[in-house]
């Protein structure tokens, strides 16, 4: 059974940083992306960033504008991204994803067939 556990959520000040993984298990050696979505009370799951994992090129969402660094630990099978510049406006849910093989373009939710259960991330003014 696959299993995606993220961790490293919490609250923070605007301005701050964290660090959000995304450990995986289970009989799942083939990924083609692995990436974090979050979704804000009242608003649809969105799009942050993704790597894609044969080559590791990495791609963010516009509104994301370099704040953001999403990198994973081949050993460890775990997928990180990092958070700096915190905005209130990044509060949500950030869930950690994966495609295991190709169901679509990247930035849309139902291109990835794992989920996670979320992590929490609130940042305050």
């Known amino acids: 059974q696959v299993k995606l556990v993220e961790s490293g959520g919490g609250p923070v000040q605007a301005g701050g940083s964290l660090r959000l993984s995304c450990e995986t298990s289970?009989?799942?050696?083939?990924?083609?992306?692995m990436g974090w979505f979050r979704q804000a009370a009242g608003k649809e799951r969105e799009f942050v960033g993704t790597?894609?994992?044969?080559?590791?090129?990495?791609y963010y969402a516009d509104s994301i504008n370099g704040r953001f660094t999403i990198w994973r630990d081949d050993v460890q099978k775990t997928l990180f991204l990092r958070m700096t510049s915190l905005k209130p406006e990044d509060t949500a849910v950030y869930y950690c994803?994966?495609?295991?093989?190709?169901?679509?373009?990247?930035?849309?939710?139902?291109?990835?067939?794992?989920w996670g259960q979320g992590a929490q991330v609130t940042v305050s003014s």
């Open positions: 994803a994966a495609a295991s093989y190709y169901l679509g373009e990247y930035w849309y939710h139902s291109s990835y067939d794992y």
């Open positions: 790597i894609r994992w044969g080559d590791g090129r990495t």
């Open positions: 289970g009989d799942f050696n083939f990924r083609y992306y």
